[in-house]
């Protein structure tokens, strides 16, 4: 399976998007008074298990930096990635 692809911040759709061989997995955020909201990462289970729903947490984190937002983790993934990776959201 090819799992190449860049992630999409689809803004109309409040989602950050990775599209692979025909499906899309996404996070679903909202921006809401300074700070980037995440709140549900979903991953198609064909495409489970090959880092993807790590690659949209990522671009969500280097998004929200670039534009100054803090995060506000409601997604389970999401707090899971950040508890094991406490430096990502600096």
Do not use: W
């Amino acid at each position: 399976m090819a799992t190449s692809g860049e992630v999409i911040d689809n803004r109309s759709a409040q989602r950050f998007e990775l599209e692979i061989e025909g499906e899309t997995a996404f996070l679903e955020y909202n921006r809401h008074n300074g700070a980037l909201v995440l709140i549900h990462t979903e991953v198609p289970e064909r495409l489970r298990g090959h880092k993807i729903g790590e690659r949209l947490v990522v671009a969500a984190l280097a998004a929200a930096r670039s534009d100054g937002l803090r995060i506000v983790a409601v997604c389970p993934y999401v707090r899971a990635y950040l508890k094991k990776h406490p430096d990502a959201s600096n």
